[in-house]
């Protein structure tokens, strides 16, 4: 008769906790010298937490002193082995990642955190400029060496659809929102650090791109940056990121540095003020130079007016 094992499932929380500062988007990390960055992690308590979402809300509070505004949940992280050595030693960790919010983006209060700016880990992410390097010298010649390495045509044809879908090759537009189909391409490449820490052999001869992170942590923020991305399109979430008042500058700065891409600064204005998103204050921003702006805030009416208000992004500036 064979023994009877016992199978061990650990419940965590895992959080990308997102603002915007300086024009930069930054999730909160938990650094240590000498090791990868994580997101914050921390158990949940079916004695003590009445909801996931209370659950998370309580040990961020704790552990980072931050008051989270808009959360929500994103996805159930449980391979096997995912923050383990070896797929058999201990307990079993299933992790309910969460897209979390907040305006507090200024010093934290808690050693071994820091925010980031998370086009680090993500470099061809950031279009604002232009066109990211590292995707026509680093990625597109090695992506076309792992289409190459399929076994067989079938499987290489469907590699190449894939890279792109994902990458917008061949006269293809970039769609900002497949961060995590970007991400994993490059993890099934042998192209991020993470793929060859679980063993992965690389296909290409190319140095690991973007900044490691823990476990299957930056799989976990590509799934955050995707839905936000996705969400702010049909939700007015970008507010939750914005001040009380704040110019419409600002406001397309920020949805700029979220998307990673530029749009035009007069259709952006138009489309904000006709969906009917903002409404002036009457005062205009303390400026030391320039034409004095307006200050706009965040018109709540809307949510009742309309299904979907959200900030589409259908007004980019050429590239």
Not at 85 to 96: F, K, N
Not at 100 to 122: E, M, N, P
Not at 236 to 242: A, D, G, I, S, Y
Not at 270 to 290: C, F, I
Request: aromatic share 8%; glycine share 8%.
């Amino acid at each position: 008769m064979s023994a009877k094992l016992n199978h061990v499932v650990s419940i965590g929380l895992s959080a990308a906790i997102v603002s915007v500062a300086n024009e930069r988007p930054c999730v909160l990390v938990v650094h240590h010298d000498g090791k990868e960055d994580a997101l914050p992690f921390g158990p949940f308590d079916p004695l003590n937490h009445r909801t996931l979402d209370s659950g998370l809300r309580r040990w961020v509070g704790e552990q980072t002193q931050l008051d989270l505004g808009y959360a929500e949940q994103l996805y159930t992280f449980g391979d096997r082995g995912r923050h383990l050595p070896t797929p058999d030693e201990g307990a079993r960790v299933v992790s309910v990642g969460y897209l979390a919010l907040t305006r507090q983006a200024g010093a934290l209060k808690v050693a071994d955190t820091q925010w980031s700016d998370w086009y680090k880990y993500f470099p061809w992410e950031d279009w604002r400029e232009a066109k990211p390097t590292v995707i026509d010298d680093v990625i597109a010649p090695a992506l076309r060496q792992f289409a190459r390495a399929a076994t067989g045509t079938e499987a290489s044809d469907q590699r190449r659809e894939r890279i792109r879908l994902c990458f917008g090759f061949d006269g293809l537009a970039w769609d900002e929102e497949k961060v995590l189909e970007r991400y994993e391409l490059l993890y099934e490449a042998g192209l991020v650090q993470e793929a060859l820490r679980d063993g992965r052999a690389p296909i290409a001869k190319a140095a690991p791109l973007g900044v490691s992170m823990t476990f299957d942590h930056r799989r976990i923020l590509a799934t955050a940056i995707a839905r936000l991305r996705g969400k702010m399109k049909y939700r007015p979430v970008v507010f939750e990121l914005m001040p009380p008042s704040f110019t419409l500058l600002e406001l397309q700065r920020t949805v700029e540095a979220l998307s990673g891409i530029r749009l035009h600064k007069q259709n952006f204005r138009r489309l904000v003020e006709d969906q009917g998103l903002v409404e002036g204050t009457g005062r205009v921003a303390t400026q030391s130079r320039g034409r004095p702006a307006e200050l706009f805030r965040f018109r709540r009416e809307v949510l009742r007016e309309r299904p979907a208000p959200g900030v589409r992004l259908g007004a980019r500036k050429a590239g």
